[in-house]
């Protein structure tokens, strides 16, 4: 690799990329006999390097992939000079999409159960903002209702790996500790 | 214990100006506020100040949402349930808290404001972190949404139709019989496969010189199918394009991924 090491290759890589790539999605880039394990390991050294040096950028797992993002503490001056407007989340939006993100798919009626209000302006706004998406149709039900599920932008967007890594709701145990019950269906 | 909470003024002060997002957003609240169990829910307390709640809203002539009466009519109805489980309570069989079918709703909801809040504190894309380009403004081969282009699209459409449909003539007149016939769907999928290798294109680049007004036509039904189902978005420049609309291609995952069946 004639002076290049490894881990400049993937950093080149992952800083080319427009959206979050995974170390399998790097592998067409090497001609050489390269292994995805060691692309992978390559991708953690890069990203303790950028740690330890402070860097302004952060090598972050989002969506199953691997992106550069700026340190959070850097957002004031970045919104100073962006054009785009950062995104608009009402707590009804984030309800929402908290109750799609836990039990998805899940239908429409039963997250305004769940929220006890109308879902339907909410739901069409997180469509439009490509954070959720109707995945399919309840074909056990009549009319067969659609089932809505988070999108690969929603993980992007919370700085989420992957879905089993949403938060755990670790404040609600200790406000309501005997309703094991109601958890478990809420967030099976 | 009912006789001390009597003797103290139970009234709430509601947020000026803040209204709530439905009937268990409201009921939370007051617990919060009243600093109660709500496995031990004091509904009678609870009711008063609910239905003082919706008095409020009258009095600043605002709507009252059917979910709200709603969940008055519920809490009336727990209230008078309560008083029949307190009796019943002296046999052996035990029933089920009236409560418990507020209860559950109640902690279900309140899990999942946690989880949205949860969920709002996350380092978001585009507010706390950014990506490469990100946060600039995008560009221009991209136009939002919101942009002023849209308006231009389908007065523009019919008038690039126009020009295509008035250029066959330029070849003299004289009869011509074409018999091969073009469908709506050959158009459909043509199209949608130069879109998918050009990701936009303006609709004049989409007829051949040879094509005929059937096929202009049936390209100009194409496209507006496309954009209805929102595979393509049209728009224009408002300085720049006096060639006519571009069409852009706006999801192509969804593009390459359908199927069209149009005969």
Known sequence: MSGQTLKTVVEGLIFASDSPVS???????????????????????????????????????VA???????????SLHILRLGHKAPPRLS??????????????????????????????GVLRSLMEKDLVKVSQRNDRLPGRPMLYSTTKRFLETFDLPSLSDLPSIQEMDRMCPPAPEIRNKLFD | MNGKRKLIDFSVDFPEGESFDGPLDLLLFLIKKNEVDVYDLPVSLITSQYLE????????????AGDFLVMAATLAQIKSRMLLFKEEDEEEEPAEDPRMALVRPLVEYALVREAAEALGSR???????????SSLEPSPEEPSSEGPLEKFSLFELVEAWRGLASRPKEKGPGLEFNLETVTIGERLETIREFLLARKSARFRELESESSGPLETALSFLAVLELARV??????????????GPRLFLYDSEALASRSFDYR
């Open chain 1, 23 to 61: 170390a399998e999605k790097l592998l067409p880039a090497f001609i050489e006999d390269v292994q995805a394990g060691e692309i992978q390991a390559a991708i953690l050294e890069l990203k303790e390097d950028y740690e330890e040096r402070r860097s302004a950028l952060e090598l972050r797992e």
């Open chain 2, 123 to 133: 380092y978001i894309l585009d507010r706390d972190v950014f990506a490469r380009g």
């Open chain 2, 230 to 243: 929102g595979f393509l978005k049209l728009y224009q420049d408002t300085e720049s394009d006096l060639d």
């Open chain 1, 91 to 120: 707590r009804a939006a984030l309800e929402t999409l908290a109750v799609v993100a836990y039990r998805q798919p899940i239908l429409r009626a039963e997250i305004e159960k769940i929220r006890g209000v109308d879902a339907g």
């Open chain 1, 64 to 74: 199953g992939g691997w992106q550069f993002r700026t340190r959070p503490d850097l």
């Open chain 2, 53 to 64: 709640y919706l008095a409020h809203m009258e009095k600043l002539n605002l709507d009252v």
